[in-house]
Every structure is written in structure tokens, then in C-alpha cells.
């Protein structure tokens, strides 16, 4: 069988990862961690120098005492999948 060499081109890959698709999708899944993680939490994303980023983070001090009582985040992380 022959061997198959790839070679990734830098700018192409940082491309794919900066595209709206992609941030769509990331935007997407940040929306649903945080709808399953509870009230109080809030998702954002945006487009950096390299990649698309998201995060969800806890805007209020209900949603701060239930990530650090009950870890309502960890337990929301399926929900990105």
C-alpha cells in the first residue's frame, strides 16, 4: 500500500478555523452550555487572530454560587457536544 503524505498549509488551516461556519458552530454550542448550565449564565463568541473562540462564563451572583457549589458548568459541558 502505498504511502499518503499530507502536508497542512498554515494560512489555509487558520482560515478554516477563523471562517463564519465556524464560529457559527462555536456560537451554537456556547448558546446551548449555557442554556443547560442554567440562568444567570451567558455565552459569547468571537473571532480571534488564529481561531474562533467561545465562552461561557456566569453573569450573575446566583449562576457564580451554582458553579461554585455545584459546578454548573462542568456538568453542561455535554450539552456542547
Same mark, same amino acid.
Given at each position: 500500500?502505498a504511502? $499518503?503524505?499530507?502536508?497542512?498549509?498554515k494560512?489555509?488551516?487558520?482560515d478554516?478555523?477563523?471562517s463564519?461556519? #465556524?464560529?457559527? !458552530?462555536?456560537?451554537?454550542?456556547?448558546?446551548?452550555?449555557?442554556?443547560?448550565?442554567?440562568?444567570?449564565?451567558?455565552s459569547? &463568541?468571537?473571532?480571534?487572530r488564529?481561531?474562533?473562540?467561545?465562552?461561557? #462564563? &456566569?453573569?450573575?451572583? !446566583?449562576?457564580? $454560587?451554582?458553579?461554585?457549589?455545584?459546578?454548573?458548568l462542568t456538568?453542561?459541558? !455535554?450539552?456542547?457536544?
Amino acid at each position: 500500500m502505498a504511502r $499518503v503524505k499530507v502536508k497542512m498549509q498554515k494560512r489555509g488551516s487558520r482560515d478554516l478555523l477563523r471562517s463564519g461556519p #465556524v464560529e457559527n !458552530d462555536i456560537a451554537a454550542r456556547g448558546r446551548a452550555m449555557a442554556s443547560a448550565a442554567g440562568e444567570g449564565f451567558e455565552s459569547h &463568541a468571537r473571532t480571534g487572530r488564529e481561531r474562533a473562540l467561545g465562552t461561557v #462564563v &456566569a453573569a450573575t451572583f !446566583d449562576a457564580m $454560587v451554582a458553579e461554585s457549589e455545584g459546578h454548573a458548568l462542568t456538568r453542561a459541558l !455535554d450539552a456542547a457536544k
